[in-house]
């Protein structure tokens, strides 16, 4: 066994087997940074921006006023909010009251948060002053235990100019008509005092979030994730992410108190761009960009871009899509994209081809990692250079952490390296447990010599030099006449085609072989391609059982709020049909 623990010559130079010193509230970061850096930027919003001080200070009225409204430790309070400079001190000031904080998808109908805040049992919840968001949150809250709504307005977090034109010309958005007693957020800030109650945290027993995973398999549950969950796992993320932070450096974990400004791309209400976003960019005093809406722009991405170019960011954490939505904006070649340093690729399998073109445009590495909400995400990394990156693989795991491949029957027995089965780990970042489900925590965890390892539901294997490879979903998987065909490889195949821009598959019933291979294809702006063409490429470069029998081009396809193409949206589509 190597001294870092893991089974591998390429394990990246200097980082530690394990993490220590972790066992405090997730909180306690805000408070080291407004102590360490209070004048430094924290959050930046439509050229305004907050300095870590004034978060923690904000952070501090919250808690003192959920505290007056009856919010006491273990109590849950909800957040339906898009990335907005009112998250960072919302967040804290929830963990501060001693509450658990619940983040709800802002695209939500009013009937997908009403279950989600039932289910919970929230009993306080921010919303955004808007016309769609607000109206949801009224109609959510009905025949729940919500007693407080707070209304986030974004005037107050603007530049003061841009304010006051805003407000004059009526371009903020504001939901109008409000219900009695329903707060404003602005006044519960005024009002409140910078004195959160005094309450006792035990960071490993004690829960922080509620984050509630996707519902793909049934029924969305809500992940219990502790305070120290987070802060292993936001330690483990500084000393995997090791960058050269000049010309000629030697890499070293990334630099604290303002060196890095953090693209916050990524929806926050998500596990991934929540730690590798809002709270790894406080928990090394960095910049934070707020971005409630990456899409914004004609065409879309433009605003995103002039962003980039503008503010400079170092750091983005990603999924796939937005790496596509980047190389393929037929103006990129007018946005001076260098100042990315590293970009961290998660959520789904990075095809090779587009993270050739990403680092060749901007000379950023990518560094593609894996894990789940169960894990606060990240279970596994590749290594941050581009000698020890291995593409097409998520790496090693993280400090602290054990994969292990287990049977994809029951997940008792454990598989030998190399071999195919599903994915299991063990480490301080799994989560305590489902909210309020103790039969389905029955039916992911299992103790293996003697420690608690989670199923994840993902086929991988591991190489013979330690690299971790995720081959599909259990789900997902594809039987063709006997064959196994993981979409992710036929995928890969797919986004080399110079024409494709996104690609998805799929199985449909075939009397013959059981299943075929369904190929749903996004092309690139202003291309057009025939199913032959595409039929062609496939039989040029990939085995016959698994060339798509089936090809269907889309204008765009589904994708979550995170940009992961959902497969089991055009699978459900194509079971529909054949029923």
């Known amino acids: 066994m190597t001294p870092h623990g893991w089974p591998t010559p390429h394990w990246p130079e200097g980082v530690p087997p394990a993490v220590a010193g972790v066992d405090k509230p997730l909180f306690s970061m805000l408070d080291d940074a407004a102590r360490a850096y209070p004048d430094h930027v924290y959050t930046i919003f ?9 978060v923690r200070d904000t952070a501090d009225r919250i808690a003192h006023f959920l505290h007056a409204r009856g919010i006491r430790k273990g109590d849950r309070v909800a957040v339906f909010l898009p990335n907005l400079p009112h998250y960072p001190p919302i967040y804290f000031g929830i963990l501060k009251a001693g509450a658990i904080c619940v983040t709800c998808n802002p695209l939500y109908t009013a009937k997908e948060l009403h279950f989600q805040l039932k289910d919970c049992g929230a009993k306080a919840v921010f919303c955004m002053d808007h016309p769609r968001f607000y109206p949801t949150t009224v109609q959510a809250v009905v025949a729940t235990d919500v007693e407080t709504v707070v209304a986030c307005g974004v005037k107050s977090y603007l530049p003061k100019l841009k304010g006051l034109i805003g407000g004059l010309l009526g371009k903020i958005p504001r939901a109008g008509k409000y219900e009695p007693g329903h707060l404003f957020f602005d006044d519960v800030v005024a009002q409140a005092k910078p004195q959160p109650p005094e309450v006792a945290i035990d960071p490993s027993a004690d829960l922080a979030l509620i984050i509630y995973t996707g519902g793909t398999t049934g029924i969305p549950k809500g992940a219990g994730l502790t305070h120290t969950n987070f802060t292993y796992e936001l330690a483990c993320i500084h000393e995997w992410i090791r960058l050269a932070h000049a010309a000629g450096a030697n890499p070293e974990p990334q630099r604290q108190g303002g060196f890095h400004t953090y693209l916050g791309v990524l929806p926050w209400y998500h596990i991934f761009g929540m730690t590798c976003a809002l709270l790894s960019s406080c928990a090394s005093g960095s910049r934070l960009i707020c971005v409630p809406d990456p899409r914004a722009g004609n065409p879309p991405f433009t605003e995103v871009l ?48 587009v993270c050739r073109r990403f680092e060749e445009k901007t000379g950023a590495v990518i560094f593609e990692g894996y894990g789940l909400s169960e894990t606060a995400p990240v279970a596994a990394a590749n290594p941050t250079n581009t000698r020890q990156r291995k593409i097409g693989t998520v790496g090693f795991p993280l400090p602290g952490t054990d994969v292990k491949i287990m049977d994809l029957v029951n997940g008792q027995q454990e598989l030998a390296r190399g071999e195919e089965g599903e994915i299991a780990i063990c480490g301080p970042q799994v989560m305590k447990g489902y909210w309020n489900r103790p039969d389905e925590d029955e039916k992911v965890f299992r103790t293996i010599d003697g420690r608690r390892f989670f199923l994840t539901g993902d086929i991988g294997h591991i190489d013979e030099e330690g690299y971790i490879l995720i081959t599909d979903r259990k789900k997902d998987l594809i039987l063709v006449g006997g064959f196994n065909v993981y979409p992710r490889d036929v995928e890969d195949i797919l986004f080399q085609h ?64 995170v940009g992961k193409v959902l497969r089991r949206v055009l699978r459900d589509e194509v079971r529909g049909e054949s029923a």
């Open 306 to 353: 002039k962003i980039v170019q503008k503010h400079r960011p170092t750091l983005m954490p990603a999924v796939p899509t937005l790496f596509v939505a980047f190389v393929n904006h037929p103006h990129l070649d007018r946005y001076d994209l260098t100042s990315f340093m590293g970009c961290f690729s998660g959520g789904a399998p990075l095809p090779p081809e």
């Open 46 to 54: 439509s050229d305004a921006t907050r300095t870590f001080a004034q």
């Open 498 to 561: 110079p024409k494709v821009a996104i690609a998805a598959v799929v199985g449909v019933y075939d009397a013959k072989s059981g299943e075929a291979v369904k190929a749903f294809i996004q092309l690139k702006p202003g291309e057009t391609a025939t199913v032959e063409e595409i039929q062609a490429f496939c039989k040029e470069n990939m085995a016959g059982y698994k060339r798509p029998r089936h090809i269907e081009f889309r204008e765009a396809l589904p994708v979550s709020n």
